[in-house]
């Protein structure tokens, strides 16, 4: 089982009849499969070349769909430098800049400032 399958690899097995599948930094053989998935072979083939982590994930399969996949493992991925995967925790944007959190906190104090130069503008010329 133990086979590393480099990106170079990986791309040349991309279309319907010889096609492997990124999920977990494993590669699966779902050439026989995809006419039998459930999702329609589209779906998987849209991830063609690509991390399908995600894509999976997000279908939320069930433990057979898991399952399935054991049977159709080619073996671990090893991208080297020229694959970058989708990181679903830190994607690019999700981190706000720290400069923004003045910003926030600006518009909290303003509503504040404009208060209290009402109030002082009170006690000034009306008190
Ligand atoms: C390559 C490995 C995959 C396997 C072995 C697999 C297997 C399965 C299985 C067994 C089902 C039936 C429901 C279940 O048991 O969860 C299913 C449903 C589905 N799959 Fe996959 N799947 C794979 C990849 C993908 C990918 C990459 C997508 C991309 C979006 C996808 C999209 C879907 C959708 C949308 C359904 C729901 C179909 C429906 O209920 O009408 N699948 N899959």
Redesign the pocket.
């Known amino acids: 089982m133990s086979k590393v399958v480099t990106h170079e690899e990986f791309k040349k097995h991309q279309s319907k009849s010889d096609f492997y599948?990124l999920?977990h930094d494993k590669v699966?053989d779902?050439s026989k499969?995809l006419d039998e998935?459930?999702?329609g072979d589209e779906?998987?083939m849209?991830?063609a070349g690509k991390d399908?982590t995600e894509?999976?994930e997000?279908?939320g399969?069930?433990d057979?769909?898991r399952a399935?996949?054991a049977g159709?493992l080619v073996g671990t991925f090893d991208g080297g430098d020229t694959f970058v995967k989708k990181k679903k925790t830190i994607a690019p944007g999700s981190v706000k800049p720290s400069s923004s959190d003045s910003g926030s906190s600006i518009t909290y104090l303003l509503p504040l400032a404009a208060l209290g130069a009402y109030f002082a503008y009170r006690f000034y010329f009306q008190g």
Do not use: K, Q, R, T
Request: glycine residues 4%; charged residues 10%; proline residues 4%.
């Open positions: 599948v999920i699966y779902v499969f998935h459930p999702g779906v998987i849209a991830e399908a894509a999976f997000d279908v399969h069930s057979e769909a399935l996949l159709m």
